[in-house]
């Protein structure tokens, strides 16, 4: 089942239908829950549920002492103190009465406080429903807690560390309640923190297990995994230029909280236009995983069946000044031929920062990330590919230090003179030099010590899985070490001393179901508990400091290859290659 879906069955049933009454009310959010909501809710089925406005904590508010209020918020100090506020005054409360949904457990000191305030008399409904992340996509979540990046792999922040680690073990654990999960936790043994961190979640997995002990229960669940990984597992993939729809739109276009702004020509005007790109828009849920050379022909071959469908009259290629001659003509179908204008748009912008920028890169990062050229022969000397796009001024010193990050990691490692010779070739500024340096607080071997050579990483061409027999293109031959990860997991072939059992052994079939009753057996749980999850074991991958937009294709492509597992994937923010490059270089501070 969906991760959108159980959300949102989640928040209408546990939240807003909970309440009886038939008054309007007034719906209380903060960040998170603001978040959580827009990505799996509509406005028009919150209203009609008899909600009459939306409000953001943070904010100041009008005053509706005639209306109850539901509040949908995190437990945190700042949540909890905003709630406090609205009621301080008996006079003057802002609403009538509260009905306070947390997402997450509530930490014991914030829960007294609340308690002993003013604004308690006015708390009519006080739950917890364990949902503190953010479904992305059908099987992508996301915890929105970039920060976990400083606090994971910047040495000088301790401060605060620990509360970080354990608010993200909380949210992943809320999302194994939430979809009915138990798995056996698993964690990228290179890294000391991640035995920690996977700790932090087991604690908090069995706190949701000694409440529920149907969860882990149902056919295949015995065989659900949790993998924690820190982001130093691949450091290739998100750094190199993808030119699958999804990934090489986040990287080169400008989107930002997934709205694509493009502008539009129509007639004599030119209008801008802002397009939301989520799973509703189902031309985008086929194509933001394919490859950019067959898009465009996609979109044009799409739009053709619907004109044939609809019997529109048509020029045999359909362009995009016939589009906005169709949209006039045709009203009726104005919204979902305004769908296919936004892909052709997307699609050419994606091409025009292709073609005679991007393009040059491409072929010199698949050679450093796969060690060879496209005719499998090895390269000898990648300095005779790479210094003339280092001396090109045309090229952004962001592309330049992309480059050569990646040269560094295909070395494993050069010398500190060595990289002060690149970085002076390519005129980068100092900050990115400390930003190239950073790296190796992921665990990425960037400077030799003494010549002495680093152990070989798994991620390198050398130690993958064979892929000759996929088709692919030359300038998409690397594939995200992670889908190797997913495809190991699934056959029960993953090194268990890279990646341990957090129990030390693998599990056996069974564990961390709860005991059944010898006397009962199950007869009395099958009747009535008609799940609409999905059945069978769930992979769920979990990267400490990020995912790419490539990586995250990859759960789609193995769960459609394996058919009986459904893997998810799911990190503490979702990275672009500049977010990569941003984050590293805050890590000297």
């Not at 989640?10 to 978040?35: E, P, T, Y």
């Not at 500049?578 to 000297?588: I, K, P, S, V, W």
Request: proline share 4%.
């Amino acid at each position: 089942m969906a991760l959108k879906q159980a959300v949102h069955d989640k928040i209408i049933n546990d939240v807003i239908r909970a309440i009886k009454g038939k008054d309007w009310k007034v719906l209380i959010l903060d960040q998170l829950s603001m978040r959580m909501l827009s990505a799996c809710c509509k406005m028009t089925e919150i209203m009609s549920e008899g909600i009459t406005l939306v409000e953001d904590i943070n904010k100041r508010r009008e005053p509706l002492p005639s209306l109850e209020s539901v509040y949908l918020i995190t437990p945190t100090e700042k949540s909890i103190r905003a709630l406090m506020v609205d009621f301080q005054y008996p006079m003057k409360t802002l609403y009538k009465t509260a009905h306070v949904f947390f997402t997450e457990a509530c930490p014991d000191e914030l829960f007294n406080e609340l308690c002993k305030s003013i604004g308690a008399r006015y708390v009519k409904t006080l739950k917890e429903i364990n949902i503190a992340f953010l479904p992305y996509e059908s099987q992508v979540f996301s915890l929105d807690s970039p920060d976990t990046f400083q606090f994971y792999y910047n040495p000088s922040k301790q401060i605060g560390r620990i509360t970080n680690l354990e608010r993200c073990a909380e949210q992943i654990a809320t999302l194994c309640a939430t979809l009915g999960e138990y798995p056996a936790v698993r964690y990228r043994s290179d890294c000391e923190r991640n035995a920690e961190f996977a700790q932090l979640v087991q604690q908090k997995l069995d706190a949701y297990k000694a409440d529920d002990h149907t969860m882990g229960q149902g056919p295949g669940k015995d065989r659900s995994q949790l993998l924690i990984i820190d982001r130093g597992f691949d450091p290739v993939s998100p750094l190199l230029h993808e030119l699958t729809l999804q990934a090489m739109a986040y990287d080169l276009l400008n989107i930002e909280n997934d709205v694509y702004k493009y502008e539009s020509t129509t007639a004599n005007d030119i209008c801008e236009k802002e397009v939301l790109l989520d799973e509703n828009d189902d031309i985008w849920l086929d194509l933001r995983h394919q490859h950019i050379a067959i898009v465009s022909q996609q979109v044009t071959r799409k739009l053709k069946d619907f004109v044939d469908e609809k019997k529109m009259r048509t020029q045999d290629k359909a362009s995009m000044r016939d589009l906005s001659q169709m949209i006039k003509k045709m009203p009726q179908y104005q919204k979902e031929l305004s769908r296919y204008s936004t892909h052709l748009h997307m699609a050419e912008d994606c091409m025009k920062h292709y073609q005679g920028k991007a393009d040059k890169l491409c072929k010199v990062e698949q050679d450093l990330a796969m060690g060879m050229d496209a005719e499998g022969e090895k390269i000898k000397d990648h300095m005779r590919n790479i210094v003339p796009i280092l001396l090109d001024q045309n090229v952004s010193s962001y592309d330049k230090t992309r480059i050569i990050l990646l040269y560094i990691i295909h070395k494993g490692g050069i010398t500190e003179e060595n990289l002060c010779k690149l970085v002076q070739h390519a005129q980068i500024p100092p900050e990115d030099k400390t930003l190239i340096q950073n790296m190796q607080n992921l665990g990425v071997p960037i400077i030799q010590d003494g010549g002495r050579r680093r152990p070989q990483q798994l991620y390198q061409p050398q130690n993958r899985r064979e892929r000759v027999s996929e088709h692919t293109y030359q300038m998409s031959r690397w594939t995200p070490y992670i889908k190797d990860i997913m495809e190991e997991m699934v056959e029960d072939k993953l090194n268990a001393q890279r990646f341990p059992f957090l129990t030390g052994g693998s599990r056996s079939v069974g564990l961390g179901s709860a005991p059944v009753s010898a006397r009962y057996g199950q007869w009395h749980k099958e009747r009535g508990q008609g799940t609409s999850f999905k059945s069978g074991p769930r992979l769920i991958i979990f990267v400490v400091g990020g995912m790419s937009y490539s990586e995250m294709r990859c759960a789609y492509e193995v769960t459609q290859a394996v058919k009986n597992w459904e893997v998810l994937i799911g990190s503490t923010h979702i990275l672009t290659p500049a977010g990569l490059l941003n984050d590293l270089r805050e890590l000297g501070n």
